[in-house]
């Protein structure tokens, strides 16, 4: 097993083989492709599916060091499912053939142990989104790589669980119900939940519009839609929607109130908006007003949350909110939010604004720091930090904790969490910057982090999760590898570093791909912009 980590500690000493791309036809950048880094992408992969395939096959999460697994997904093979489409873009034919074939043997109608915890929206990003992206890859670029029946099926699985996924809709208001319970005599049913999250709500629409689209039943549009309005027009906007176009984070079930005014771009409220711009990429059409919600939500995000810490004002974050005024913002942010830059900088390519993408490298540039200001070079769950602007002694402006004094003076940030969980969002961000831009230093930045992850992260018979970023080789080990491991850092690891495709994000108006939030492609409906 070891050979692996060898081989990719070896590429960090090794001149790049650059190769150019192809003369672009557009105004944009060129770009350069790193046959080195894919290989040691691809041969990280393939470790982390040995140790997956040999000890938690067909089941959810290789637990790397105790030689196990975990159903944290109600196990029907999160991993598997989130790993095809990764596995098709490195043309790992075997491991696409595996994964077919357990595809056609998922039972969705019974979950393990007890069928608790089935989350409508982690089963909607990774096995709807993962099956809906594997037909549409497979009838589109990936055409004749597995027999058109298998494909037929992995359609006739993505309706099957949606038809069990949409008892979660039927609610007084249509907002849905994210928390369901299988197994019962009478099929899966809620939990009585009173509220959802934004980003629970948010995060559905494209791939549920995406299976209405292909398989011509507009019904799972519409279940979705109806969630969505809330969220797009607040009934309560003296509670709901503190600044133009941010909102708060939970939402009453029965008739679609807000029930808070906290928010940002952290865990729990982040994926709505990134779906905003993704969707108005999808089908201008359809969803121009979500176009209009993004451009309000990022003008805000700039003027009310732009926060630069008081020891590194060269640095720019977004703070978090509990209602309107400076007094009300919480500086803090997180690995999870760090997906920011990337979804600010897709804005501006697809609106042709020069400022948003300025302004999102510069969240690149703030998340990028969080990886270099650490033992390992990875950057930490969480991190605070105190605002250059408001007072020092303001009650939302305290400064570092003692122990971390020193370490914020010379950073720029404090670690209030110092765990990483296999994170992909500060790679994604890279992703969008190199493609914005062409510019080979986030190629660089992205590779330095994915040689950080493997020598800190390489554990057992694939990688885990570790406690303390901050700490030689990342303090212990959690024994955790999930699902999104395969689906997003591998995936952008690997795009950033390799040469065009018609999937790859570019910096025209031509893309005919969007990546859901668990960076599985869907081909876009409507004209590509």
């Not at 011509?216 to 133009?244: C, F, Q, S, T, W």
Request: proline content about 4%; overall charge negative; hydrophobic content about 35%.
């Amino acid at each position: 097993m070891h050979r692996y980590t060898w081989a990719l500690a070896a590429l960090s000493s090794v001149s790049p083989a650059v190769v150019s791309a192809s003369p672009l036809t557009y105004r944009g950048p060129s770009y350069v492709t790193h046959q080195d880094r894919l290989d040691g992408v691809k041969e990280a992969f393939q470790r982390a599916w040995n140790g997956y395939y040999e000890y938690a096959f067909p089941n959810d999460s290789l637990k790397p060091i105790s030689k196990t697994y975990d159903n944290d997904r109600n196990g029907w093979g999160a991993s598997a499912v989130d790993a095809i489409s990764t596995a098709l873009i490195m043309e790992n034919q075997e491991v696409v053939d595996l994964i077919v074939d357990h595809i056609k043997t998922i039972n969705f109608n019974q979950t393990v142990e007890g069928g608790e915890g089935v989350s409508l929206f982690e089963t909607t990003i990774r096995y709807l989104g993962g099956l809906v992206s594997a037909y549409d890859f497979l009838t589109g670029p990936f055409e004749g790589t597995v027999d058109p029946d298998s494909v037929q099926t992995i359609l006739d699985q993505a309706v099957n669980l949606a038809e069990l996924l949409s008892v979660a809709f039927e609610t007084p208001s249509g907002v849905p119900n994210n928390n369901l319970v299988f197994n019962g005599p009478n099929g899966p049913v809620t939990d009585g939940s009173t509220t959802n999250g934004i980003a629970t709500i948010g995060t559905l629409i494209l791939e549920w519009t995406r299976l209405s689209d292909l398989t011509g039943d507009d019904k799972y549009a519409k279940l979705v839609r109806a969630g969505e309005e809330y969220l797009l027009n607040v009934k309560n906007p003296e509670v709901g929607e503190p600044y133009p176009g941010l909102i708060g984070t939970n939402v009453n079930i029965d008739d679609g109130t807000f029930a808070d005014s906290s928010g940002g771009w952290n865990g729990g409220t982040d994926s709505f908006y990134e779906y905003l711009i993704k969707m108005y990429i999808y089908d201008t059409e359809r969803f121009e007003v979500f176009k209009d919600r993004w451009i309000a939500a990022i003008d805000s995000s700039i003027t009310y949350l732009t926060s630069h810490p008081s020891t590194a004002p060269e640095l720019t974050f977004l703070a978090a909110y509990n209602g309107a005024g400076k007094d009300k913002l919480n500086f803090v942010s997180s690995n999870l939010a760090c997906f920011d830059g990337g979804n600010i900088i897709l804005g501006g390519l697809t609106l042709d604004n020069e400022d948003y993408i300025k302004f999102g490298l510069e969240l690149v540039e703030g998340c990028h720091a969080t990886y270099i200001g650490t033992v390992t070079g990875i950057g930490p769950e969480s991190f605070r930090w105190q605002d250059s602007e408001l007072p020092k002694n303001a009650s939302n402006n305290a400064g570092a904790p003692t122990a971390q004094a020193t370490f914020y003076e010379d950073k720029g940030y404090w670690i209030s969490s110092s765990a990483y969980v296999l994170r992909p969002e500060v790679i994604e961000s890279y992703y969008y910057a190199y493609r914005a831009t062409g510019d080979t230093k986030y190629q660089d930045w992205a590779w330095d982090a994915f040689l950080n992850i493997n020598k800190t992260c390489s554990a057992g018979v694939g990688f885990s999760a570790v406690t303390n970023v901050n700490a030689p080789n990342g303090g212990s080990f959690y024994d955790s590898q999930e699902s999104f491991w395969f689906a997003e850092v591998l995936k952008y690891s690997y795009l950033i570093q390799a040469g065009e495709a018609e999937y790859q994000i570019n910096a025209n108006h031509n893309n005919q791909w969007v990546f859901n939030t668990e960076a599985h492609p869907v081909k876009v409906a409507g004209t590509p912009i």
